[in-house]
Structures are given as structure tokens and as C-alpha cells.
């Protein structure tokens, strides 16, 4: 802690030394880490939607017996894990879900002298255990047979499972740009720094002696680069929420607050430990460039 | 303090620069390496330093085997060690005496005993009045007493010098060879190496190694020993 002051000092030095370069990669990094923080932000939102959709994942099972008592059946159901929800559909809302589906065609239904409807069970289930949910209720005594929607369901799985890839590809990819970038300028640092790096070993200086000034180097440039971001993904956020949401009224959108929390928290920590190990990764050089 | 057996140094390109060194170099006493430019006196002082080894024989300094595969504890070594060089190495940019407790920060030593230490050598340089000017304002006479400083700020049991009068006047140099004599006593231990031995003909109470293609031979008071 001794030496606090001369690691800040020496940092703002080689900061200064090459300005023109390192403010170039201030803005580089923070415009990574805004386009970062605008992929989880959407990937929150779809998260958010898929999650609704998941929940919305329901298969309906027919009796074997329409006139039977159901209860006995809803109760089994109902202790099928990943099953979260049981309903019976009685004949006649049946028939009311159908009018209203028709619209001004539901006169058709008029045609028929009975109902043509039969009761059955609206049976809503998480998704990821959708097929041995399938396989316990279609053995179950007094169910005849059970439309599963499956591939409406697989496609909603399919999507939640491309966002989720997606998300962790563009994280991949920033984190190494972020990495590469900065593990670079700390190299170049080092190179314009080279014979005062050999004074100091000269001198007897240990390495994390010499290498801090250059951390703290990498970890400013960066967290910069991620109070750019923040402040970037805020005004973002703040102006275009109350438009989005106007627009495109059926998207459920997260909290504002929750979401800029996140994404502001994301984006210093990410920043900060990504100049951190940037700087390491680019003081490994160190070894080779100033041995002796 | 220093001892060496058959010592051999080759450089990378073939060059044999030292061979078949023996030398035993105890505590206290003022050494002066002297030879012709090309002798080998600047590869003796890096094999003392830990900047090159030795590719045949032994090499201990103040009971550190030099060898390649020790190179954390030759840095650890160097600290007891104070290195003054030709072209002086201080940090551009920075004052004289930041410079001077730069040496000094890398220690076990709290930061207002190595200012005080900082100013001391500075002081005993006689460059108090220079200490907060850059070193880059500062005359080579000047610049290469802040190196001393630098190195004697730390109380080295071992002060390598290394042709440190080259890029002086004659007067400078000659203040320059007496204020590092100075710092010679029986805890410390001074080796200087120089090709300018008209300048240090007065001074008879050093040890002379004399360099000449790659071999040493060593005379005190007149003697060879």
C-alpha cells in the first residue's frame, strides 16, 4: 500500500505516454461492452418473453369415459412432477372457447343438434420435462388421449435455446476482443517502457513491482471503457423503454430499474475483471521482452 | 564476497569474452577492473550482476551461486547490490530524488525512511540542491552522481561501477573515481571498472584487476599478486 501513490502516478504516465492510442481504446472497449450490454439487455427481455411462453406450454388430455368423474384424475395429474397446472374444461366452455375463436362464423356450431364438444383437461407444464409428462398422464387410468402441441412446444425450446446460445457467444466474443485489446496495449506499454522495465530489474525490483503500474493500467482503460458503457446503455434504456413498450405492447417487458441495475452491475464488474486479466495476460509478455 | 573457479563466458555468437577467471574478493576494500576497451571488464561486471553466466566453471556472489536457473533469488541478490553504469539508467521524466528512492521503494523500508535515506545520499553527492529537478535538465557530471546516490541510498554491501566516468570530462571523472572511493569501508565493498587508468594513478590503496583478452591478473601496492 506503501507505494499506492507512485502505482497511480506511474499509471497516468504511461496512460499519457501513448494518449491518442489509449483513448482510441477507451471508446473501442466501451463500445464493445454498450453492444454487450445491448445483447443481455435483449436477451433479458427474450428471456423474459420465452419464460412467459414456457408457461403459457400446455398439452389437454381426453377421457376415456366424458361422463366419469374427473376428479380423481386431476388429483394424479396434479403429482406428476413438472406438471404445474390443472384444469378441467367442461363440454360447454368448450363450446364458449370455440364461439369465440369463430367470431361471426361461430353460427356453424348452431348446426349441430348436440354438443360436439367433449370435457377435458387444460394441463399446463414446464416445458423441459415435457415428454416424460407426456408418457405418466397418457398411462394414466381413464385418459384415452393427449394432444401435446409438441411442435409448437419443441419450436418455443428451440428459440429459448438459440437466445441462450447466442447470449453466450456474443459474451465469448466481447470478453476476447476486450482481452486481446487490452492485453495489446499493455504489451505496447511494456515496449515503450522496456528500458526502464530493465533499470528496475537491474535495480532487484520484483516483477509484481514492476507489472502493477501496467494492471492498474489496463484495469482504468477498461472500467472506463465500462462507465462508457453504462452510461450509454442508461441513456439508451431510459429514452427508448416508454417507446418500445408503446409499440410493441404485447413484449413483456422486465422492470426498468431491475433491468439498468443488472446490466449497470454487469457491465463495471465485467469491465473491471476484464482489464484485470487483459493486463495479465499482456504482462506475461513481460518474461520474454525484458529479461535479465 | 566474490569467488570464482575457471569461470568462462561466451556470448551467444561464439564470442569467448572472460575465460578461466579465478578470483576470492572479500568483504570492504575498493577494486578497480582496468584493461583496454574490449577486454572484457564489462562482461565481468554483467557476470557480477546476474545479466550473463558463467558457461564453464563457478561463480558465488556474497554466497549466491550464479546460475541461470537462480534467477529469482539473483534478483533478490541485486538488491544488496548498488550498480552504477556508463550511461547512468535513470528514468527520464522523473526528479533526482525520485530517482534516488525509485532503489529504495521495491524494499523492506517504510516510505518516509527511504525519502530520508534519499535525501541523505543525495547529500552526500552533494546534490541536495538538484534533488526536485529533472533528471534530464541535469549535466552528465550531475546525472551520474544521482545514479550514485541511487546506488548508495540503499547501504549495498557491494557497489559495481561500471566505466561510470565514460561519458565525463576529466574533472568530472576524477570526482566522479573519488566520491565512489569514498564509499568504500569495511561493510561495503567497491568495484569499479574503467580503461581510463591515467586517471587513477593516485590511488594506491586499491586492489587492480587487470583485464587483457578475456584474462585477469591482479596487483596491490605495486605488487602482482
Known amino acids: ?292 | 564476497m566474490i569467488k570464482a573457479r575457471n569461470v568462462s563466458l561466451v556470448y551467444r555468437d561464439g564470442t569467448v569474452a572472460l575465460q578461466n577467471i579465478n578470483l576470492d574478493l572479500h568483504h570492504g576494500g575498493l577494486f578497480y577492473v582496468i584493461g583496454p576497451s574490449g577486454s572484457g571488464k564489462t562482461s565481468l561486471m554483467k557476470l557480477l550482476m546476474g545479466m550473463e553466466f558463467p558457461a564453464t566453471g563457478f561463480l558465488e556472489v556474497m554466497g549466491q551461486p550464479m546460475k541461470k536457473r537462480e534467477t529469482a533469488k539473483i534478483r533478490k541478490l541485486r538488491r544488496d547490490i548498488g550498480p552504477v553504469f556508463q550511461e547512468f539508467k535513470l528514468i527520464p521524466g522523473r526528479t533526482a530524488i525520485e530517482n534516488v528512492i525509485l532503489g529504495l521503494r521495491f524494499l523492506d523500508i517504510p516510505l518516509n525512511k527511504a525519502k530520508e535515506s534519499a535525501i541523505n545520499a543525495l547529500v552526500r553527492v552533494g546534490l541536495e540542491h538538484k534533488a526536485f529537478t529533472l533528471v534530464d535538465k541535469l549535466s552528465y557530471g550531475e546525472a551520474q552522481r544521482v545514479a550514485i546516490a541511487r546506488a548508495v541510498a540503499r547501504k549495498p554491501a557491494l557497489i559495481l561501477a561500471d566505466e561510470p566516468t565514460g561519458n565525463l570530462d576529466h574533472d568530472n571523472a576524477v570526482k566522479i573515481f573519488k566520491l565512489l572511493e569514498s564509499f568504500k569501508d569495511k561493510n561495503t565493498t567497491v568495484i569499479i571498472t574503467t580503461h581510463a587508468t591515467h586517471l587513477i594513478d593516485e590511488c594506491r590503496a586499491a586492489t587492480f584487476i587487470h583485464v587483457r583478452k578475456g584474462e585477469i591478473s591482479i596487483e596491490r601496492g605495486g605488487e602482482q599478486i
Not at chain 1, 79 to 105: K, P, S
Not at chain 1, 215 to 220: H, R, T
Not at chain 1, 231 to 254: H, M
Not at chain 1, 263 to 273: C, D, I, Y
Open chain 1, 1 to 292: 500500500m506503501k507505494n499506492l501513490g507512485y502505482f497511480l502516478r506511474e499509471a497516468g504516465k504511461i496512460i499519457r505516454y501513448n494518449s491518442v492510442s489509449n483513448i482510441f481504446t477507451l471508446l473501442g472497449t466501451g463500445l464493445i461492452l454498450f453492444l454487450l450490454g445491448l445483447v443481455v439487455a435483449v436477451w433479458g427481455v427474450s428471456s423474459q418473453l420465452v419464460g412467459m411462453l414456457q408457461q403459457e406450454a400446455e398439452i389437454s388430455a381426453y377421457f376415456d369415459n366424458p361422463l366419469a368423474d374427473p376428479q380423481d384424475i386431476i388429483n394424479n395429474i396434479q403429482l406428476i412432477d413438472g406438471v404445474w397446472n390443472v384444469r378441467y374444461v367442461g363440454a360447454e366452455e368448450a363450446r364458449t372457447r370455440m364461439e369465440n375463436i369463430l367470431g361471426d362464423e361461430s353460427y356453424i356450431l348452431d348446426l349441430f343438434e348436440k354438443n360436439p364438444f367433449e370435457p377435458y383437461l387444460e394441463i399446463r407444464i414446464h416445458l423441459d420435462q415435457i415428454d416424460s409428462v407426456l408418457q405418466t398422464i397418457a398411462n394414466i387410468k381413464g385418459i384415452d388421449y393427449v394432444r401435446d402441441n409438441r411442435e409448437v412446444l419443441e419450436q418455443i425450446k428451440g428459440i429459448t435455446r438459440a437466445l441462450e446460445i447466442l447470449g453466450y457467444l456474443v459474451i465469448a466474443a466481447v470478453s476476447i476482443t476486450t482481452l486481446v485489446i487490452i492485453s495489446h496495449m499493455i504489451r505496447q506499454g511494456i515496449y515503450q517502457n522496456r528500458d526502464q522495465i530493465k533499470t528496475l530489474r537491474l535495480l532487484g525490483a520484483p516483477d509484481r513491482f514492476i507489472g502493477f503500474p501496467f494492471v492498474l493500467v489496463g484495469f482504468l482503460l477498461t472500467f472506463g471503457g465500462g462507465l462508457l458503457a453504462a452510461v450509454l446503455i442508461t441513456l439508451l434504456i431510459n429514452r427508448g423503454y416508454g417507446q418500445l413498450g408503446g409499440t410493441l405492447p404485447f413484449i413483456p417487458l422486465p422492470s426498468r430499474d431491475r433491468l439498468l441495475f443488472g446490466l449497470v452491475t454487469l457491465l463495471l464488474s465485467g469491465s473491471a475483471a476484464l482489464g484485470i486479466l487483459g493486463s495479465v495476460f499482456g504482462l506475461s509478455s513481460i518474461n520474454k521482452e525484458n529479461q535479465g
